[in-house]
């Protein structure tokens, strides 16, 4: 069984709805060391909830992780990496951050 993770995205940046149109991309821009740690753990077949940032703080979607993890081509240094996701579907109703804290 693969692993599950949450992808925090600013929607005005680019939100669950681009996702879904694009139908599957690289999770690039990540700078954050601890993040980069987790996109290094991830494996094709993880699957992942989509978690907008901003005013609305909640789980938007579903997606699968669908390559290994690899260098940003558009970097130009190796320690920045990303994975291919792709949509897989939208939350039924949006799940807010204090609902996810409350489960522990």
């Known amino acids: ?20 149109r694009d139908r599957e991309t ?3 821009g990540v700078k954050n060391p601890l993040a980069l740690k ?8 993880d699957e992942a909830l989509i978690y907008h940032t901003g005013k609305e703080k909640a789980l938007v979607g579903k997606a699968k992780i669908v390559s ?4 940003d081509p558009a970097a130009g240094d ?18 807010p951050l204090r609902a ?5």
């Open 1 to 20: 069984m693969g692993q599950y993770w949450i992808l925090k995205s600013e929607p005005t940046s680019y939100s669950y709805d681009q996702l879904e």
């Open 26 to 28: 690289a999770w690039d």
């Open 38 to 45: 987790h996109i290094r753990a991830m494996h094709k077949g």
């Open 68 to 71: 290994e993890p690899y260098p």
């Open 78 to 95: 190796p320690k920045l990496v990303v994975v291919d996701i792709k949509a897989v579907k939208r939350l039924a109703h949006t799940v």
């Open 100 to 104: 996810v804290k409350a489960e522990g």
